[in-house]
């Protein structure tokens, strides 16, 4: 081992561990304030029990859902996607609209194999949303189905329009393989997680049919505890592990529900907190500012990770910001597949994410300009 590999070891080391830190002290200070008396516990406790009951569990059984399909398919469509000549682009762009990532990070690997061209791995990162469509698909499963729609008819376009003018550069030698660790088999606390779930659910669905309940306390502690340990299981995941095929359903849904989770308690807290403690209004300082909102929402797309698309999508679903905005993120959005495009082809991956700024923006003020004209 050379002196400059044992350099990076140590810095990713270092970095890892920086990471874990955050993740407890974040635990810590969640905890604190929704054990802290007063508006502000209270407030902590309301906003956390929401985003579990409103959010976190439908998401759980919506992960639950796709992932128990998924794990029985072993489809590799690199091959395919090889000589498809034309139909690159749409086989790439319905990849990348598969909920969370995996199916662009599918296109991402065929493109730096040399076997799709540069407007296909554009598709796939335009009609990718990442983490955030399981968000969308849980709450407003009809918006999610519209976003869809948009995303993937725009990406198809973007993609042939990039294919006649700009094929890339294939990647026909072997690249470099990039050191993955997977999640691993499922353990005791993934099957405690998905049965605490369930009457959350039953929770949830009974606050969308409007129902109250006595022992509100009870059933508030319920909410905050399982939120809690969702950010516990964040807290102590593996940092750089990602999700595959062979892992189990439970232990797919456990993670990705508990990385949504604390962006979703983020957004609840940020808007509770701004209206209820800041006497800030962030409904109306939006609407004051409409016309800066679906370019900022497409900014915050370019951000590498589903984590600030997560918070995108959550203002969007408490009334923040207009579909324009959303729609507008879910285009430039590139989810986590960002990672090994800016790891296998770095200059395509910039390329391919400056391109897909160009429809985000167009359909983004479209949607918005249209309201107005309606």
């Avoid at 540069?118 to 990442?130: E, K, N």
């Avoid at 950010?231 to 102590?236: A, D, E, K, N, P």
């Avoid at 308690?265 to 006497?279: H, K, P, Q, R, T």
């Avoid at 391919?352 to 167009?362: G, K, R």
């Amino acid at each position: 081992m050379t002196f400059s590999d044992a350099s990076k070891i140590s810095i990713e080391k270092n970095l890892r561990l920086e990471v874990r830190y955050f993740r407890i002290c974040t635990l810590i200070i969640l905890l604190f304030l929704s054990l802290y008396p007063g508006e502000l516990g209270e407030i902590t406790r309301f906003s956390i029990y929401d985003a579990y009951t409103q959010v976190s569990v439908f998401v759980a059984f919506t992960l639950l859902l796709f992932f128990g399909f998924e794990h029985y398919l072993d489809i590799d469509v690199g091959k395919f996607m090889n000589n498809s000549g034309i139909w690159q682009v749409p086989t790439a762009s319905l990849l990348g609209a598969m909920p969370g990532c995996g199916g662009a990070v599918i296109a991402i690997t065929a493109f730096a194999k040399g076997n799709i061209r540069l407007g296909a791995m554009v598709a796939a990162l335009i009609s990718t949303m990442g983490d955030a469509a399981f968000l969308l698909l849980a709450k407003e499963p009809l918006t999610y189905l519209k976003v869809m729609i948009i995303s993937t008819m725009v990406a198809i376009l973007t993609g042939w329009i990039v294919d006649r003018f700009h094929p890339g550069e294939l990647y026909n030698s072997e690249v470099n393989e990039i050191k993955i660790n997977y999640i691993g088999k499922l353990r005791n606390r993934d099957l405690i997680y998905i049965m605490i779930a369930f009457p959350g659910l039953l929770l949830g669905c009974l606050q969308l049919m409007q129902i109250t309940f006595p022992n509100s306390d009870i059933i508030l502690f319920f909410g905050v505890s399982g939120a809690l340990f969702s950010i516990v299981i964040w807290s102590l995941s593996p940092i750089n592990a990602v999700s595959s095929f062979n892992d189990h359903p439970f232990t797919r849904s456990t993670e990705e529900t508990s990385f949504v989770t604390i962006w979703v308690i983020v957004a609840y807290l940020m808007y509770e907190y701004s209206f209820n403690l800041l006497g800030f209004d962030l409904t109306s300082i939006s609407d004051s500012n409409l016309i800066y909102i679906p370019i900022i929402a497409i900014i915050i797309g370019f951000i590498p990770g589903c984590g600030p698309q997560i918070l995108v999508t959550t203002l969007y679903l408490n009334g923040v910001i207009p579909f324009a905005a959303l729609i507008g993120n879910a285009i430039s959005n590139d989810g986590d597949a960002l990672f090994p495009a800016i790891a296998l082809t770095p200059r395509m991956a910039i390329i391919a994410t400056l391109y897909s700024a160009i429809p985000a923006i167009l359909i983004s003020y479209f949607f918005l300009y249209s309201d107005f004209w309606i």
